[in-house]
């Protein structure tokens, strides 16, 4: 599968990220303090980024950065969960200018919820949800929304239910989907007021949504196992757009392949990148090319950008891609996993493990 990543050789670091040339921090950290980010997203329309971060015993969160704020933010994890102390953080923890979440809720004792699901600020026009974040939790497949800010978030309501609710997911138009575990995908449309789930179709462990930059009629369905499945203007193609399933581990609830996110450029350049665990459980992500197929990858196009070591737990491992306003590949890796972050990686910079990380994927020029 090719030799190991290696920052200034097969992706670059920008100048401007928060901690590069700092001593003892990796520069491709862009935000930290965070312990399992399952799903973030950029507003569309401001360029505000929201994570949602899964709790530990007591609180789910999001987090919230106005466009151009988020660069060098500490969200606290493990010395904190949710705006609390963390019961279990290791003695005299601190979290340098930690920045509290502006959304929370209890997923403690016998409270139904118990993992959050990050999603997007609906900016489809004259959808209900209009200007307002979605977002919902695994346990109870309850889909919410609020009107998040910097200073907190208000009016938070319920938008209905998807059970075994996995992933958001938000098409070139604005359009967004809701994926579950059960397999079915539903593109969330609306009526008056009221959020409808309306059938896009049922695949293997659906865990991501997205469609190419230019074309919001080719939704792309990343399956668990290691397939992207194809939906050409709502009719699935008969051959997976890209089956690495020999090389992803999925000996684990939360490892697979993850995600995917298409460069802007796609409609010129045809790439595209993916996060998965592979074999041994490690974090990977990896570039590919469409083939002469539009409809098919091209597996021989297969490049490494970086890998992260994550073996010794199978939980926590995030998984976000996204490009942001500025053009630059975002990723979410979780803290590792194991109970309270034992290792202390989330507030450690010099390890990948509870970060944002910030990269231009593009290897150097010559």
């Known amino acids: 599968m090719g030799a190991a990543g290696q920052a200034g050789v097969s992706y670059q670091v920008p100048a401007d990220n928060p901690f590069a040339g700092q001593a003892g921090a990796l520069p491709e950290i862009y935000s930290y303090g965070l312990r399992n980010p399952w799903r973030f997203s950029f507003d569309r329309a ?22 151009g704020q988020g660069a ?11 705006s609390a102390p963390f019961e279990g953080a290791p003695a005299g923890c601190e979290a340098p200018g ?19 699901v990050g999603g997007y600020v609906v ?13 919902g939790d695994f346990c109870t497949g309850e889909l919410r929304s609020a009107v998040l800010a910097a200073g907190g978030a208000s009016d938070i309501r319920t938008e209905g239910v998807v059970p075994a609710l996995s992933s958001f997911g938000e098409d070139a138009a604005g359009r967004v989907y809701a994926a579950s575990l059960g397999g079915p995908v539903f593109r969330l449309t609306g009526v008056g007021v009221v959020t409808v789930p309306q059938p896009v179709g049922v695949f293997n462990t659906p865990v991501y949504v997205t469609s190419e930059p230019a074309d919001a009629d080719r939704l792309y ?5 290691g397939r992207i499945q194809l939906v050409d203007g709502g009719v699935p193609a008969t051959t997976p757009f890209l089956d690495i399933s020999a090389d992803v581990g999925t000996d684990n609830l939360e490892r697979g392949l993850l995600s995917m996110a298409f460069a802007p450029d796609y409609a010129d350049s045809g790439r595209f990148y993916v996060y ?21 990858a091209d597996p021989a196009s297969r490049r490494l950008l970086l890998t992260q070591e994550h073996s010794e737990n199978g939980n926590h491992n995030a998984g976000q891609l996204q490009f942001g306003p500025d053009g630059l590949l975002y990723a979410a890796i979780g803290d590792g996993g194991g109970a309270g972050d034992p290792n202390g990686n989330a507030q450690n910079l010099g390890t ?12 150097p020029a010559g």
Do not use: M
């Open 123 to 135: 900016r489809q026009e004259g959808h209900p949800l209009a200007g307002r974040y979605l977002y």
């Open 276 to 296: 998965y665990t592979d074999l041994d459980g490690d974090v990977r992500i990896e570039e590919f090319r469409r083939s002469a197929d539009p409809n098919v």
């Open 221 to 225: 369905v990343v399956e668990q196992g």
């Open 98 to 116: 930690h920045v509290p979440p502006v959304l929370e809720y209890n997923s403690g004792g016998s409270a139904p919820e118990c993992s959050i």
């Open 72 to 82: 060098g933010d500490n969200y606290g994890w493990n010395c904190f969960e949710g």
């Open 352 to 363: 990948l493990l509870g970060k944002i990380i910030r990269i231009d994927p593009r290897p």
């Open 46 to 67: 401001t360029g505000d980024l929201a994570i949602g971060d899964v709790g530990q015993d007591a609180t789910e969160e999001v987090n919230f950065a106005p466009a």
